[in-house]
């Protein structure tokens, strides 16, 4: 587990007024509009408050924060039960857009110039090195998640923890830098010990129990990161088994964002991961529903249909399951990954209930969207030899 912790977008809960930096009247439209995932909306607000505040690292860092999140979504790579294990690090999404790496990577230019700048006339300016951390964390995610640079990001995260802890060296009360610090002791402290041992070599360490608590003490505090915060949190919890507290922590953030799928999607997850099955469906169900009668736009709610299908099947409901990976079809523009998968799943329930024709029908699909992936390859095998649990 390695950059959960460089999402380190500023954020703030829309219906409790948090001091925004700058100064614009504009930012909570924008962070409301961020939280809904309504990011091109954000991203046009934040163009305009930077185009009135162009030499304020925050602004550009704001700006940054919704480019590349955007971009992460349109990747394939938002859904937070990818971070639930460590299998992430192996799992490649759709490639990144060219111009927007190139956006990402000259924001961050400019951002740290003007932070650098500021720094080198007084070095212990905590905003300008709260500034920075942000900078550098947001730089980390970048070329973990998208560059798949791994000791690049580590760097670069190492160094957000470091500038954030000289914040707090010099304003214990600057409780939004204990995001970026409580996130990267989790981390450095859930390493194996002979992992552990070399990182100490270099002088970084770890404690995850001090992470947990650095991130709860963000989370509680109402500042620009709580929200943040609170989802990292939510994550780290669910690594931990600790269902019940992430869980009331996706009960809390959800009716906050109600265009947000991604929140009580999750709640669907953790549910599930805590064997509260019945419990699980019905949320499930709930997100679909809600995505049919249009609460979340256009955005990705067939996740909820692919979630109850494997629900359902591990519950060997197998008729039941099918009939759930059947309703990703149902929902125009579906992201082609997410019907892959959910017509995979539905030719494994088919092969389960000896549907062989209709099996092979679903294998076809999926080769037919995209035959050089993963999904694809597992779909030219389950051709040749049906599927049996």
């Not at 500021?118 to 090195?129: C, K, T, Y």
């Not at 990001?153 to 190492?158: G, K, Q, S």
């Amino acid at each position: 587990m390695l950059l959960v912790l460089a999402d380190v977008c500023l954020a703030t809960d829309p219906a409790v007024s948090v001091p925004l930096r700058p100064a614009d009247p504009l930012n909570q439209a924008a962070f409301e509009h961020y939280y809904n995932l309504d990011y091109d909306a954000a991203i046009q607000d934040f163009e305009r408050i930077v185009a009135r505040h162009p030499n304020d690292p925050f602004a550009l860092n704001h700006l940054l924060s919704a480019i590349q999140v955007r971009e992460l979504y349109r990747m394939g790579a938002m859904n937070s039960g990818d971070y639930s294990n460590d299998n992430f690090i192996g799992k490649a999404h759709r490639p990144a857009d060219p111009a927007q790496k190139e956006r990402i990577k000259q924001l961050v230019a400019q951002a740290e110039k003007l932070e650098n700048d500021e720094l080198a006339r007084d070095p212990n300016n905590v905003d300008m090195l709260y500034a920075r951390g942000v900078t550098r964390g947001q730089f980390a995610l970048y070329t973990a998640l998208i560059e798949r640079a791994w000791f690049s990001a580590l760097r670069n995260a190492v160094g957000a923890r470091r500038d954030h802890e000289r914040v707090l060296e010099l304003a214990p009360q600057y409780t939004d830098a204990k995001l970026v610090v409580g996130a990267h002791n989790y981390v450095m402290g859930n390493l194996p010990l002979a992992v552990k041992i070399a990182a100490a070599l270099v002088g970084l360490s770890g404690d995850k129990e001090k992470g947990l608590h650095y991130l709860n003490d963000a989370y509680h505090a109402n500042g620009e990161t709580s929200v943040d915060a609170g989802i990292v949190l939510m994550v780290f919890l669910r690594r931990e088994g600790r269902y019940g507290e992430s869980l009331q922590i996706a009960g809390a953030l959800g009716p906050r964002f109600p265009r947000n799928y991604l929140l009580p999607l999750e709640e669907g997850n953790l549910l599930r991961a805590s064997g509260k099955n019945g419990e699980a469906e019905e949320q499930y169900r709930r997100v679909w529903q809600n995505g049919r009668e249009g609460k979340y736009g256009s955005l990705h709610y067939e996740m909820a249909a692919i979630g109850l299908g494997d629900l359902l099947r591990v519950e060997k409901k197998y008729q039941a399951a099918a009939t759930a990976y059947e309703l990703v079809s149902e929902v125009a523009g579906t992201d082609p990954e997410l019907l892959q998968k959910a017509n995979l799943g539905a030719g494994e329930m088919y092969d389960q209930l000896q549907k062989r024709d209709l099996a092979v029908k679903k294998y076809e699909a999926v080769v037919a969207v995209n035959s050089g992936n993963a999904e694809a390859d597992k779909a030219r095998k389950r051709i040749k030899d049906a599927y049996r649990e």
